[in-house]
């Protein structure tokens, strides 16, 4: 059974577009992320929400909305799609916002901006 | 700013050898660490961890090693296997801070 899955794994599409990525966990979290990987597998958080609010907000273009309709989902969605927005983006879950937790993530959405 | 590296952007070892992975923290306020192997189309799947009241732990072929005077961790890969082959993750935490920071990453190549 899949832990986080996401949807769609893969996405192209052109610039100036807008586009959405689904998130599910099935783990009973409380709380979950976005994350982005860029071409250098270098992983950054984008945000994070813990039972369904809004916790933590990085540094990203406001083109970028998270939404939660319960804690079981976060959806990302990406308004005037760019070309550097191309990457794959990641979302994961943990147990709660407690410290020493590992997180679990999905397998990714590779987005490629034509 | 506080940043976690690694020393080795790739590893290559050949079947059967012991694979160490190694990472460097720079904030000593830092109090948890975690690894993770990421294969190839797939996220980042948890290791094994180890808080910074301990300088081992032990799981099964692998071993995370905690030097917080030089602020060093470490992963070792027992017998390293092919299935082995991945990007491995080291991240931290730090007190205060849920939302861990991740090193660039070291890319192991096993060699059958």
């Known amino acids: 059974d899949t832990a986080v899955s996401q949807t769609p794994k893969y996405l192209v599409t052109q610039m100036g577009n807008d586009k959405s990525i689904k998130c599910e966990q099935n783990?009973?979290?409380?709380?979950m992320y976005w994350y982005k990987q860029d071409s250098k597998k270098f992983l950054k958080i984008m945000f994070s929400?813990?039972?369904?609010?809004?916790?933590i907000n990085e540094t990203v273009p406001n083109r970028f909305s998270p939404k939660s309709p319960d804690k079981a989902h976060l959806n990302l969605h990406i308004n005037s799609l760019e070309l550097g927005d191309s990457a794959v983006y990641f979302c994961?879950?943990?147990?709660?916002?407690?410290?020493?937790?590992?997180?679990?993530f999905g397998d990714g959405t590779r987005l490629s901006i034509l | 700013g506080e940043s976690v590296g690694l020393h080795l952007p790739t590893l290559s070892v050949q079947e059967g050898d012991n694979s160490i992975i190694n990472c460097a923290y720079s904030?000593?306020?830092?109090?948890?660490f975690i690894w993770y192997k990421q294969e190839s189309g797939k996220g980042p799947q948890f290791i094994i961890d180890?808080?910074?009241?301990?300088d081992k732990r032990q799981g099964q072929r692998v071993t995370v090693l905690l030097n917080k005077t030089v602020k060093h961790l470490s992963l070792q890969i027992a017998a390293t296997q092919p299935g082995d082959s991945a990007v491995y993750f080291c991240?931290?935490?730090?007190?205060?801070?849920?939302?861990?920071?991740f090193g660039r990453g070291t890319s192991l190549i096993v060699h059958p």
């Open positions: 783990l009973g979290h409380d709380t």
């Open positions: 994961a879950s943990s147990q709660d916002q407690g410290r020493n937790q590992p997180q679990h």
């Open positions: 904030n000593s306020a830092s109090d948890y």
């Open positions: 180890i808080r910074s009241n301990m």
């Open positions: 991240a931290e935490k730090t007190g205060g801070s849920y939302i861990p920071t």
């Open positions: 929400y813990n039972n369904k609010e809004l916790i």
